[in-house]
């Protein structure tokens, strides 16, 4: 079993940036995404990062303001966010899949392990 705390989330000014992280327990190596949910929303793809850190996807609301990281010595998976707008807004999952690496582009069915989110609030 893995387990995955998050943190980092907050409230922040619209144009901010915030930096999310992702605690792994139970296991190491796996692929890790980042997901989020708006209210009244369903749950979307942010950004995935393979098992070994070495490749990166983003979807195309995100692309060129978030970075995905890893620290495979701590099991701690990272999300960067600059340029922060108001639709950024919502609760931040981490996920884990077994596998090192998953689709560029994947959905909740790919992963294993879901933390408990954290809010992210962008709001003036």
């Known amino acids: 079993q893995v387990y995955l705390v998050e943190s980092g989330g907050g409230l922040v000014q619209p144009g901010g940036s915030l930096r999310l992280s992702c605690a792994a327990s139970?296991?190491?190596?796996?692929?890790m995404a980042w997901f989020r949910q708006a209210p009244g929303q369903g749950r979307e793809f942010v950004a995935t990062?393979?098992?070994?850190?070495?490749?990166?996807s983003y979807s195309d609301a995100v692309k060129d303001r978030f970075i995905a990281g890893k620290d495979n010595a701590k099991n701690t998976v990272y999300l960067q966010m600059r340029r922060l707008d108001v639709e950024d807004t919502g609760v931040y999952y981490c996920?884990?899949?077994?596998?090192?690496?998953?689709?560029?582009?994947?959905?909740?069915?790919?992963?294993?392990?879901w933390g408990q989110g954290t809010q992210v609030t962008v709001s003036s």
């Open positions: 990062i393979s098992g070994r850190g070495d490749v990166m």
């Open positions: 139970g296991g190491s190596n796996y692929a």
């Open positions: 996920a884990a899949s077994r596998r090192l690496y998953v689709p560029s582009q994947p959905n909740e069915n790919d992963f294993n392990y």
